[in-house]
C-alpha cells in the first residue's frame, strides 16, 4: 500500500543554492546507512532525479497538454523560490518518463554524480515539459527546490 506522502513526519529540512550542495548532502548520506520514509528506496530517488537533471540537458520525450503547459509558467517563480510540496502523483507520459525502476543506492549514486557533472560542464538546456523555456540558472534553481524535496525523504539511520 502506498504511503501518503503528504503526512509523512521526520524529513530532514533542507535547502540547496547550488547543484554542488546538492551532491555534498548525497555524499553525506553515502556515509552510512539510509531509510527512505516515501515510497521510493533510496536509490529510486537518486535515479529519478537523474532522469530531470539529464532531462533538463538533453529533452524530454514528451510534451504536456497546452492547460498544464500555462499553469505551469503561472507557478514557476513560485516554485523556484518557495519549493516543492510532496504527494504530486504523476501519471501519463510523465510518469512512463520520471517514475524510477528499482534502483539500488550504488546504481543512482553513480548515475547521480554523473548527472551533477553534467549539469555543472554543459551550458546546453531544453525547456522544461511544464515551465517552458527556462535559463541555465533557472534549472539549476528547480534541480535544487526538486532535490530538496525528494531528499527531504531520505534519512540517516541511528545506530
Not at 21 to 35: C, H, T, W, Y
Not at 53 to 75: A, E, H, T
Not at 106 to 124: D, F, N, P, S, V
Request: glycine share 8%; proline share 6%.
Amino acid at each position: 500500500m502506498a504511503i501518503n506522502t503528504t503526512k509523512v513526519e521526520n524529513r530532514r529540512q533542507l535547502h540547496f543554492h547550488t547543484v554542488g550542495d546538492i551532491l555534498a548532502d548525497v555524499e553525506r548520506l553515502n556515509q552510512g546507512k539510509i531509510k527512505a520514509l516515501g515510497n521510493w528506496s533510496s536509490g529510486q530517488v537518486l535515479r529519478h532525479l537523474t532522469l530531470v537533471m539529464n532531462g533538463s540537458i538533453d529533452g524530454f520525450p514528451f510534451r504536456l497538454s497546452w492547460p498544464l503547459r500555462l499553469m505551469g509558467r503561472l507557478f514557476r517563480n513560485r516554485v523556484l523560490t518557495k519549493g516543492m510540496t510532496p504527494g504530486y502523483q504523476l501519471n501519463g507520459p510523465a510518469a512512463e518518463a520520471f517514475l524510477p525502476p528499482a534502483t539500488t543506492w550504488e546504481e543512482g549514486l553513480q548515475a547521480y554524480r554523473q548527472a551533477i557533472h553534467r549539469q555543472q560542464t554543459e551550458t546546453k538546456r531544453e525547456p522544461s515539459p511544464f515551465f517552458g523555456a527556462m535559463t541555465r540558472e533557472q534549472w539549476e534553481q528547480l534541480h535544487c527546490r526538486h532535490a530538496e524535496l525528494h531528499l527531504s525523504f531520505l534519512v540517516p539511520e541511528t545506530q
